[in-house]
C-alpha cells in the first residue's frame, strides 16, 4: 500500500458522509414541506457518492456535468455500476438545475419523495461499490 491510500480513503469516506448528511437534509426538508430543497440535497447525495468512487479511480471534476460524464464514462460504461444509476443522475441533475433557477418551476411532495428514494439508491449502491472493492 503506498502512501497515497490512506488519504485517498479518507478522502472518499469524507464523501461518503456528506452524502449521508445531504440524504438526511433532504429527509428533514421533505418532513417540512421544502420539496424544491429536498431535490438540490438529494442531488448533492449523489454528487458527492459519485465524486467518492471517481476518487478511486483518481478523477477529479470541476463541474457538475463533467462529474456526471466521467462517472458514465468510467463506471457505467464498463459495467461496474448498473445504467439506471447513470438515468437517475441524469435527471437529478436536471432537476435540481430547474428547481434552483427556474423560479416557475416547482416541486410537489411525490417529485421530492421519489427522488430522496432515488438518491438513497444511488448512494447505497456506490457505497456497496466501494466496500467490495476495499476503497471504504
Do not use: C, W
Request: aromatic share 10%; no cysteine.
Amino acid at each position: 500500500m503506498n502512501s497515497e491510500q490512506p488519504e485517498r480513503r479518507e478522502l472518499v469516506a469524507q464523501y461518503i458522509e456528506r452524502a449521508h448528511i445531504a440524504l438526511r437534509a433532504a429527509q428533514i426538508n421533505l418532513d417540512n414541506g421544502f420539496y424544491e430543497t429536498v431535490v438540490n440535497r438529494a442531488y448533492y447525495a449523489v454528487f458527492y457518492a459519485s465524486s467518492a468512487l471517481l476518487l478511486t479511480q483518481n478523477i477529479s471534476r470541476s463541474k457538475h456535468s463533467g462529474v456526471l460524464a466521467a462517472f458514465r464514462q468510467h463506471f457505467v460504461r464498463t459495467g461496474e455500476i448498473e445504467s439506471e444509476f447513470s438515468d437517475s443522475y441524469g435527471e437529478l441533475l436536471t432537476e435540481r438545475n430547474a428547481s434552483d433557477y427556474d423560479i416557475a418551476f416547482t416541486v410537489d411532495e411525490s417529485m421530492a419523495r421519489g427522488h430522496l428514494a432515488e438518491a438513497q439508491r444511488f448512494v447505497e449502491r456506490i457505497e456497496r461499490r466501494l466496500k467490495e472493492t476495499g476503497d471504504l
